[in-house]
């Protein structure tokens, strides 16, 4: 209990103290994080490019996938379509090489897809960062 009084008038002392030396630190920690800040505003922009040029890959694909699938359609039904030469049976090399082409394409829009989703992710994650930073 004696202690009380001399801490009382000796403590704000010791956190000044603790502040002088402390303050360097924190004044390195700062201009770190508006680094990081900077970087991270760089990387958003890259991010947003890479996702309008995807999107823009997307909307071209679009039609090429529909036209495809609409021939794979006809594929899948022989006869459905009469061939330039009259045949109304297609070759199964013809069929398969088709079916092979749509898998293809069908995997690679898939890839787009997930890499979309994952940049969807990242900037929910940067908004709700930069939410919390402030």
Avoid: N
């Avoid at 508006?34 to 071209?60: C, F, M, P, S």
């Avoid at 297609?90 to 090489?97: C, K």
């Amino acid at each position: 209990m004696a202690w009380r009084p001399v801490m009382a008038r000796l403590r704000p002392r010791i956190e000044q103290i603790a502040t002088d030396r402390m303050q360097p630190e924190l004044d390195r920690l700062h201009a770190d994080i508006a680094v990081l800040r900077e970087d991270l505003g760089r990387a958003t922009q890259d991010l947003d490019g890479h996702v309008k040029w995807l999107y823009d890959e997307q909307r071209r694909l679009a039609p090429h996938l529909a036209a495809l699938e609409t021939r794979v359609a006809a594929f899948e039904r022989p006869g459905a379509v009469a061939r330039p030469d009259g045949r109304l049976e297609y070759a199964p090399d013809e069929a398969e090489e088709v079916r092979a082409e749509h898998a293809r394409i069908r995997a690679r829009l898939a890839a787009i897809s997930k890499y979309e989703e994952r940049l969807a992710r990242l900037e929910a994650d940067l908004a709700a960062t930069r939410e919390v930073a402030g």
